[in-house]
């Protein structure tokens, strides 16, 4: 079964500084994987996605993923965090069967602080 | 790009009582998903359509709860004789069929039973 595995529920950091949000992910199958942002009172929001093409994927706002099959991790990172980064980050896998069903992790709630 | 509405935005209603939540997805959309999002988690997969068939359900989707689909546009979600544990955030997804396409989320709406 595919799940994925946030390593941290609560990050903290100050503006500016580099962002890293970790995730494992366990997966019988070559993955598709996505992260999510959820701001408050907001939708969710695809930052960026993973499918099998370059190992490196870039996003919106400045947020970079690498994925990384023998550690099996999908962190994703930020060189510089702006306030309005303060969110609730998700990391996600598809299901493989062709249903576009996605299995979320727990989340990381991600403070900036100024 | 009116985006996935969720109506209404917030309902609270007594234990026992029936709720039925809308959503309307992007117009060509032909995929809709709907999620249940408790504090603290990450969204839970509850069913999905494929234009106006529904092609799975999960367990969490007791008999109490209903989804439609009628005419392959917008959806509802109908809640029976609510439990103070139904309280939640429902979210509403739609995407283009193929695994890759990406979800795009509603606002939701948020459930609490009193």
């Known amino acids: 079964a595919q799940s994925v595995t946030q390593l941290d529920s609560h990050v903290s950091v100050s503006e500016g500084t580099p962002v890293l949000l970790r995730c494992n992910y366990s997966?019988?199958?070559?993955?598709?994987l996505f992260w999510y942002v959820q701001h408050p009172n907001k939708g969710l929001q695809l930052l960026l996605k993973?499918?099998?093409?370059?190992?490196l994927v870039k996003g919106i706002n400045g947020f970079e993923a690498e994925f990384k099959k023998s550690e099996t991790s999908f962190h994703l990172t930020k060189p510089s965090a702006h306030m309005s980064d303060a969110a609730e980050y998700f990391c996600?896998?598809?299901?493989?069967?062709?249903?576009?069903?996605?299995?979320f992790g727990q989340g990381t709630t991600l403070q900036v602080k100024p | 790009d009116t985006g996935v509405s969720q109506d209404p935005r917030h309902k609270i209603t007594k234990r026992g009582q029936n709720v039925t939540f809308r959503c309307d997805p992007i117009s060509e959309h032909n995929r809709l998903y709907w999620y249940r999002q408790t504090l603290g988690q990450g969204p839970e997969f509850l069913t999905y359509?494929?234009?106006?068939?529904?092609?799975?359900k999960s367990r969490l989707l007791s008999d109490r709860f209903s989804a439609e689909r009628p005419k392959g546009s917008f959806s509802t979600l109908e809640i029976q004789r609510t439990e103070q544990g139904d309280s939640a955030m429902y979210l509403c997804a739609s995407s283009l069929a193929g695994n890759n396409s990406p979800l795009h989320f509603g606002n939701g709406t948020r459930l609490t039973v009193t």
């Open positions: 993973y499918t099998s093409a370059a190992t």
């Open positions: 996600v896998v598809s299901d493989p069967a062709n249903t576009g069903k996605l299995i």
């Open positions: 997966s019988s199958y070559s993955p598709s």
């Open positions: 359509f494929q234009n106006e068939a529904q092609l799975e």
